[in-house]
């Protein structure tokens, strides 16, 4: 991890990284341990004076409370949940898919694409996967450079709270904020638990993702307030949804899945695709989903690696009484190649259907065009879409350009990667650029 002061860009390596000492205070993150204020008191009175408060206690807003607190600065961390980081608990099935090893600046959507660049530079992969290991945390690869803890997503919570612990940090939970306003050079933030005054505020809130976790526009509402620019909002990551008709046909075929690769315009995703009660979901079409408008087809191909037709083509030479959807099955799961077949009524022996019939077989299965009528919305979504407008925000320290002192870091940006690990990535970057910009 870049130790504080080095300039932007330059990152250690792994072992650089590590052997840092203890002495080193404005060095990596791991350094030896400080009095503790985590939900501690206030031990004034109501109102304080920090260097900084920050809103919000997920993945970038720790990472910034940890990074400021160990140059020194006074940090306050507060969220209105009962626990921290509870995105960071139920991600990656309960394991956490905490970074992706291939991650660049490719792999994120924003109306500024080249915002990211810096802060992905300055605290890559290597560096959040050098403090995991620090912790003793086993962690594996999966597929697509997606890294996951071999045992739980509670292990990088309890990693994170145990540095900001070490940093000497203060987290305050249950903590509802009522109102944020700066008075000349102090930013004053009323609680349902009192007054706060910080000389930096962090915005730390998310997207609009996944309510029943908590999440609010609260972040939103603070950029407006002080005339920071919003690009609208959508869910992003999300199932799609089909009409009543569309359901008629793939609600039984609900529960399974095939790889696929799935298209959107240019853009196409190669993953699993998954049937369900509502439409579909899976790995392929979560990606898409960032990138469909309403009212826009999607084109799947149900078998990648298959030639459709020359299946059908040779089996008619060599088994022509076989039944077609027989046939197809050796291609699509039996239940699919069945539905297939009957909704666009090819039935009978493959001797029997001539190459048109077999062509809008291949066309169904290699280039199944479907328009969702929608998506499931911000319910499921695992991702927003959209947000503060990065055009008036410093890349390299995440201020808000014309209010000093106002800071916006991960999801609550314009900045949404895709699924993998990157959203988790671009949290810890924005959050490590912001902490030591404080």
Not at 85 to 111: D, V
Not at 222 to 245: C, K, Y
């Amino acid at each position: 991890m870049p130790p504080v002061g080095q300039q932007a860009g330059a990152v250690l390596s792994l072992s650089q990284f590590q052997s840092h000492t203890s002495s080193d205070v404005n060095g990596p993150i791991m350094s030896e341990p400080k009095p503790s204020n985590l939900s501690a008191p206030n031990p004034r009175s109501s109102s304080d004076l920090w260097d900084a408060v920050i809103l919000g206690a997920g993945a970038a807003g720790l990472m910034t409370a940890i990074v400021a607190a160990r140059r020194g600065k006074r940090v306050l961390l507060l969220d209105h949940a009962k626990k921290p980081a509870e995105k960071i608990r139920i991600s990656g099935g309960g394991r956490c898919n905490f970074t992706n090893i291939g991650t660049t600046e490719k792999n994120f959507l924003s109306h500024n694409p080249r915002f990211c660049i810096s802060a992905l530079r300055t605290f890559k992969p290597k560096n959040f996967i050098a403090m995991v290991e620090a912790h003793g945390i086993a962690w594996h690869e999966k597929t697509l450079g997606q890294l996951f803890c071999d045992d739980s997503a509670q292990q990088i919570i309890d990693m994170l709270l145990a540095e900001l612990r070490q940093a000497g940090g203060t987290l305050r939970l249950e903590t509802v904020i009522k109102g944020v306003e700066k008075r000349g050079d102090l930013f004053v933030i009323e609680t349902n638990k009192g007054t706060q005054q910080a000389h930096s505020l962090v915005v730390a809130t998310g997207g609009k993702s996944i309510p029943k976790m908590g999440a609010t526009g609260l972040g939103y509402d603070i950029a407006q307030q002080f005339n920071v620019p919003i690009i609208p909002t959508r869910a992003a990551l999300v199932p799609f949804t089909f009409s009543d008709a569309q359901k008629s046909w793939s609600d039984p075929m609900a529960g399974l899945s095939v790889d696929a690769r799935v298209c959107v315009g240019k853009k196409s995703f190669r993953e699993g695709l998954l049937f369900t009660h509502r439409g579909l979901s899976g790995p392929s079409i979560l990606q898409i989903s960032s990138y469909w408008q309403e009212g826009v087809p999607v084109i799947i191909d149900l078998a990648p690696d298959a030639n459709c037709f020359d299946t059908l083509t040779a089996a008619r030479q060599e088994h022509p009484k076989q039944d077609v959807a027989t046939i197809l099955s050796s291609i699509l799961p039996k239940r699919l190649a069945k539905a297939v077949c009957e909704r666009d009524h090819i039935h009978g022996h493959i001797a029997q259907l001539g190459d048109k019939a077999l062509r809008k077989l291949d066309d169904a299965v290699h280039r199944w065009t479907v328009t969702p009528i929608g998506t499931e919305g911000y319910r499921t979504a695992e991702v927003t879409l959209g947000g503060v407008d990065t055009k008036a925000i410093s890349s390299k320290t995440m201020q808000a350009n014309e209010t000093p002192g106002l800071y916006f870091i991960g999801e609550v940006l314009d900045v949404t990667g895709h699924l993998g690990g990157f959203n988790f990535q671009w949290a810890w970057a924005s959050g490590y650029a912001a902490g030591n910009a404080l």
